[in-house]
C-alpha cells in the first residue's frame, strides 16, 4: 500500500502535468488547434481538429522538441453547427507515454498534452473532489496547484416548515450538496446525480477503489468514493416524511447574492412534496442499499427501509402530483413523474427481488427507447440499464432482448453523431447544460459496450472526454481546473463573491447554447457558464472508467 507521502506525491505530478500548457512552455499556443488537453490513453484513437487550412503536422516532444511522428491531415471537413471547414491530424499510432504538442504546418503548435494509461486519474480525483467542495452544513477545504480553495459551515438553519405547512418550526434539512452555482437544494436533481454516480460504482468499481480522495471525514470501512455520495444520501434521507413521499427541495424563495455560502443568511424553506421528489428517492435509496451493503448493512438497511415507505407512498398514490413551488422563484426541477416511477421499480426489484416490483418495471420498460440525449427531467435510461443488466431471474425474455436491442440503436446513433461532427462531438443538440448532455452519452456509450465490445462504443467516450477538454470550437477545456484554458469565470457564487476570488476546480461548465459558438466565460451568464452537480456527475461517471492503477517504476 502507498504512504500518505507517496500518494501526496503522485497527486502533486499528475496536478502540475494537467496544468495549462504555459507552465510547461513559452511558446505560443495556437487555439487553432484543438485536441483534449488533459491527453490520450496509450492504447486508443488521437486526434486533433485544426480550423485552419494545413496539409501536414508532427507530434513533438515536449522536453527535447523533436518530432516523434509526423504525418498528413484529412479534410478539410466542413463543421456545419460551428461553420468552419476543419482539417483532421490522427496520430493515434504514437503510443509511447511522454509530454507532447502537436505542431501544424503553417499554423502553429497546440497546448501541451500527456499520453499515458494514468492521463484520467487526477481529473478523476478532481472531478470527484469537487462533490466534496460543494458541501453544505459544514465547513469545506481543498488544495489544486497549490491553492487553497475554502469556506466556513454555512446553512446550519436548514429549513423552516412554512411553505408545508408546518409553521414557523425548523426541520433539519442539513447537509447535502449545493445543487449548481447558488445554493439550494433539490431532491430531483439529486436523483440523476446520485443515480449516475452509483452506476458509475456499479459499473467501475475495481477503477474506482484505487483512487484515494483525501475526504475530511473518514467513514471506518467504506470506500471514498461511498463516503462522498453518503454525505448526500444523508440529506435525503432528511427529507422524507412520515408518510413515505419525500419533499421537493430546500431553497430561499429567491435566488441569493453573489456571497460566500457561510454569509447567506436569508431563510431556506422545504418545499412540499413532488411525486417525481418521492419515486427518485426511492430508486437512490434502493440502489444505495445493495450497494452499501457489503460495507455498512445498518446503512443498508436503513436505506431499503426508507425505499419500501417511499415506494409504498407511489403504489398508494398513483398520480402525478407536481411540488406547490407558490412564492418560489428558484429550480423548479418539475417533471412528470413516469420515468422516476420506472427507475424506482427497477431499483426497488434489483433490491428485493419482489414480484410487485417486477411487475412494475415490466410493465412500465414495455416499448421504451434509450435517449441519447437525457438528463435530470428523463431517468428512464437508468431503470432500463439497471433491469438489463440485473442478474436475477424472472425477467421477461422478449423484453430484455427488446431493452437490448434499444440501448444497441442508441448508442450506434450516437457513435454516427460522432462520426459526422468535426470535433468528434456525439451530441447534436445545444441547449442550457448541454456539455452535460455530451458527458451523458458516455452512460449509453459504456453500457452498451458491456452488452457488445464495440471498439466504436470506447472511443466515442473518449471523444466525448476530448470535446469536454479542448476538441471544440474554443480550444479549451471546459472543466475549471483542468487542461488547456479552462474556464475562469464560472456562473458559482463562491468564486463570483470578489474579484480576486478564486475559480473552484474540478466542475463542467454548461456550454455554448443555442448556437455551438455562443459560449462565453463570464461569470453573469448563468445559461452559459453556470456549473452543476447533474453535470459533473456524468463527467465522473466517464472518467471512472479509464481510471487506471498507477504505474509502478522499477528502481534504478
Not at 424553506?269 to 451493503?293: G, H, N
Request: charged share 20%.
Amino acid at each position: 500500500m502507498r504512504t500518505r507521502r507517496s500518494h501526496l506525491l503522485c497527486t502533486i505530478i499528475i496536478s502540475l502535468l494537467a496544468m495549462a500548457p504555459s507552465a510547461f512552455t513559452a511558446h505560443a499556443v495556437d487555439t487553432r488547434i484543438r485536441l483534449n488537453t488533459v491527453g490520450f490513453l496509450p492504447e486508443h484513437d488521437k486526434r486533433a481538429s485544426i480550423a485552419a487550412p494545413c496539409s501536414e503536422f508532427s507530434v513533438n516532444d515536449e522536453a527535447s522538441g523533436k518530432a516523434v511522428f509526423r504525418g498528413k491531415t484529412l479534410g478539410p471537413v466542413h463543421n456545419a453547427d460551428t461553420g468552419e471547414d476543419l482539417y483532421v491530424a490522427d496520430f493515434s499510432v504514437l503510443r509511447r507515454p511522454g509530454l507532447y504538442h502537436l505542431e501544424a504546418a503553417g499554423v502553429g503548435r497546440s497546448a501541451v498534452f500527456r499520453i499515458s494509461n494514468e492521463v484520467y486519474n487526477f481529473a478523476f480525483y478532481t472531478a470527484v473532489r469537487a462533490m466534496t467542495l460543494w458541501r453544505c452544513g459544514t465547513a469545506v477545504r481543498g488544495t489544486h496547484a497549490a491553492t487553497v480553495y475554502a469556506h466556513g459551515a454555512c446553512h446550519l438553519e436548514d429549513a423552516w416548515l412554512d411553505a408545508v405547512g408546518g409553521g414557523h418550526t425548523r426541520r433539519d434539512a442539513t447537509g447535502g450538496w449545493h445543487d449548481a452555482g447558488d445554493y439550494n437544494k433539490y431532491v430531483v436533481n439529486s436523483g440523476v446525480t446520485v443515480g449516475t454516480m452509483l452506476l458509475a460504482w456499479e459499473q467501475f468499481g475495481d477503477r474506482i477503489r484505487r483512487v484515494a480522495l483525501d475526504l475530511p471525514d473518514k467513514n471506518t470501512g467504506l470506500p471514498d468514493y461511498l463516503s462522498e455520495i453518503k454525505w448526500e444520501l444523508d440529506w435525503l434521507l432528511k427529507m422524507q416524511t412520515l408518510d413515505g413521499s419525500v419533499y421537493h427541495k430546500v431553497s430561499t424563495r429567491e435566488f441569493g447574492p453573489a456571497i460566500p455560502p457561510e454569509q447567506e443568511k436569508t431563510e431556506r424553506f422545504i418545499t412540499p412534496y413532488s411525486s417525481a421528489a418521492t419515486a427518485d428517492f426511492v430508486a437512490m435509496t434502493a440502489m444505495a442499499a445493495r450497494v452499501y451493503e457489503p460495507f455498512d448493512k445498518a446503512y443498508a438497511r436503513r436505506c431499503l427501509e426508507a425505499a419500501r415507505r417511499g415506494y409504498a407512498f407511489l403504489q398508494a398514490h398513483a398520480e402525478n402530483h407536481p411540488a406547490d413551488l407558490t412564492g418560489f422563484r428558484t429550480g423548479a426541477y418539475q417533471t412528470k413523474d413516469d420515468d422516476d416511477r420506472l427507475w424506482a421499480a427497477a431499483e426497488m426489484w434489483e433490491t428485493t427481488g419482489e414480484t410487485i416490483c417486477l411487475a412494475d418495471i415490466e410493465a412500465r420498460g414495455a416499448g421504451k427507447k434509450f435517449d441519447a440525449n437525457w438528463g435530470w427531467s428523463n431517468v428512464s435510461n437508468l431503470g432500463l440499464l439497471t433491469y438489463l443488466f440485473s442478474k436475477r431471474s424472472g425477467r421477461r425474455t422478449t423484453l430484455v432482448s427488446e431493452i437490448k436491442a434499444a440501448l444497441l440503436v442508441t448508442a450506434d446513433e450516437i457513435v454516427r453523431a460522432r462520426d459526422a461532427h468535426g470535433y468528434a462531438r456525439p451530441l447534436t443538440l445545444y441547449y442550457w447544460g448541454c456539455n452535460g448532455g455530451v458527458a451523458n452519452t458516455t452512460v449509453v456509450l459504456q453500457s452498451a459496450y458491456r452488452l457488445t465490445p464495440k471498439p466504436a462504443y470506447t472511443e466515442a467516450t473518449l471523444d466525448a472526454l476530448g470535446h469536454l477538454f479542448g476538441r471544440n470550437f474554443y480550444g479549451r477545456s471546459f472543466v475549471t481546473g483542468l487542461g488547456a484554458s479552462p474556464p475562469l469565470h464560472p456562473h458559482d457564487r463562491r468564486s463570483m463573491g470578489a474579484s480576486n476570488a478564486p475559480t473552484w476546480p474540478g466542475y463542467l461548465v454548461g456550454g455554448g447554447w443555442p448556437r455551438a459558438t455562443d459560449w462565453k466565460d463570464e461569470a453573469a451568464r448563468y445559461d452559459l457558464n453556470e456549473i452543476a452537480i447533474n453535470w459533473n456527475a456524468p463527467l465522473i461517471y466517464a472518467l471512472a472508467g479509464f481510471v487506471s492503477e498507477p504505474t509502478k517504476r522499477q528502481p534504478r
